[in-house]
């Protein structure tokens, strides 16, 4: 039985896989993403990630039938490399990530988008199975997306899914991306965190920077966010209502556009929030639908954290 | 050789083609759409004008393999129906027009979507023709949309394709459909239209109504916008920019999610418009790009009026 292995990199942690043939898991391990360095020292921790998963279900890294890894940034498929991983240390040109992990491991390597690789799991595997169509809506620091279209992935010359940078209000707020208007400057955990230090330097009352600290962070992690609401916080009740107000209006576009079944929710904040923030995306987007008697299916992801691993394990399936 | 009728059915004027089946045109003919009565009498002019196109190719109606109908509206292409055609005189319930018109013809008779037929059209004969997906932009009464993808009309659920509903400015200007911001809202002719008689009526100058008065018409048609532009006319000029602005995000954004090849061009306002109208769109469009560097192309739809027509009737090819 071939065994593959799977690995989710992101900005703070790296989640590592060993799969069988079912897909199904027979050895996993977690690791912190370096903060500092360069894309080398990412490598090793990768390395050492599916090490352990590898030991863990008894085997060598050299015996697995390959390894995929869903990787923020601009991915080439083809060549195997990475660029402008903004959240990763030191990785801004092209490094090529396949070549370097494969000479670590002894077995070869294939890299795909992060999010495309935790969607292309819940099609197969999770929340997406029961559907032909339906729009991956990654919730996290950005807004990750991706469209599957008579049961597959849709790339479309290579880079469809860019759900958050649908424009929702022409001239509006700034984007981490550097425009103005889209999706992710209203409902991306990064914009948000913009904007809620920037209120909070202005005489905002808001304990989301305590409890930062307390929970021994130096970011608004979606655990950060979950705290504040259930505290009642105003600005991080506020902020949250203004993203869930703009992810109806993205989500909602993208159906009127495409007509798809369903929708299925995951990343950082979209799983912290799980149905109960599915079904306010729902009731978000529901004003915006032009066929409003017949909405889709808004539904969380089923693989919670190692989806993004098992999806990676998809590349060399 | 099987002969087809195609017949495209615009608010205003009815087309009719008869095509072999290279689907070169062999017989055509126009009437006017019939501005009072209901269904019925939309029928009877249908059945007349593709007689009239039958009579012009040298056959009997009822000789034809069969015969297309691009409509507005509702179009259930099952039943053959179509309801609430706001553009059409009486036409809000469901009339079985597949089974009327059959009846006065004497061959059958499929429906379809008006602008998907059009966009089918582009996609076999047209500016589509050598791109394996497309977003097809209906800029005219209304915006209409098409998505092909890998080579096929995208219908989602039945119905896909709402460019016109897609949001570009989350609470933003009252729709035609009763909701806010929608792209129909800023670059629709008959949104256009509101705001100009709003504005002419608080005083604003504009030659607008008076060359419409020229042109012998009721409404503000392509050829009333165009004329008032090449005039100089500010508040034209100001709400041609303002549809211009409201298309470059609502088809960025389209070209952000699906990453297409092509984006084509046409309904009334587009094909007036022409290449430097779509220009003017690409030029639009470019700031909201995702992926800067390698912008779809933009072009104009190459059917020109028989384009409906002849998509109506590869609904029976």
Chains 1, 2 share one sequence.
Not at 114 to 122: F, S, Y
Request: aromatic share 4%.
């Amino acid at each position: 039985m071939a065994l593959r292995g799977g690995l989710d990199l992101g900005g703070t942690k790296i989640d590592a896989v060993v799969v069988n043939d079912a897909s199904e898991i027979v050895g996993s391990a977690r690791r912190e993403t370096p903060r500092t360095g360069g894309p080398p020292d990412v490598v090793k921790e990768l390395a050492a990630a599916l090490r352990d998963a590898a030991a863990a279900a008894g085997v060598e890294p050299a015996e697995l039938a390959g390894v995929g890894v869903g990787s923020p940034g601009e991915v080439d498929r083809e060549a195997g490399t990475v660029a402008r991983a903004g959240n990763l240390p030191g990785w801004a040109d092209a490094f090529p990530l396949a070549a370097a992990l494969g000479e670590e491991l002894g077995t070869r390597v294939a890299v795909g988008n992060d999010v495309r690789a935790a969607v292309e799991a819940e099609r197969v595997l999770g929340a997406g199975r029961t559907y032909r169509s339906f729009l991956g809506v990654w919730w996290g620091t950005g807004i990750g997306g991706a469209v599957v279209i008579d049961g597959r992935l849709w790339l479309g010359r290579g880079s469809a899914g860019e759900l958050g940078h649908v424009v929702v209000r022409l001239d509006g707020a700034p984007c981490p991306c550097g425009r103005k208007g889209c999706l992710e400057a209203y409902a991306g955990r990064s914009a948000m965190e913009r904007r809620a230090r920037r209120a909070f330097a202005k005489g905002a009352k808001t304990d989301l920077f305590e409890l930062m600290r307390k929970q021994k962070r130096d970011r608004l992690t979606s655990g950060v966010w979950a705290a504040a609401l259930v505290r009642g916080d105003a600005l991080a009740t506020r902020l949250i209502d203004r993203a869930v107000w703009a992810l109806g209006a993205g989500v909602g576009s993208a159906i009127n556009l495409l007509d798809l079944e369903a929708v299925v929710i995951g990343g950082g904040l979209g799983t912290r929030f799980g149905v109960p923030g599915a079904e306010r995306i729902a009731a978000s987007m529901q004003p915006h639908l032009f066929v409003a008697d017949r909405p889709p299916a808004v539904v969380v992801t089923e693989l919670d954290d190692s989806g993004g691993a098992l999806g990676a394990a998809l590349l060399v399936a």
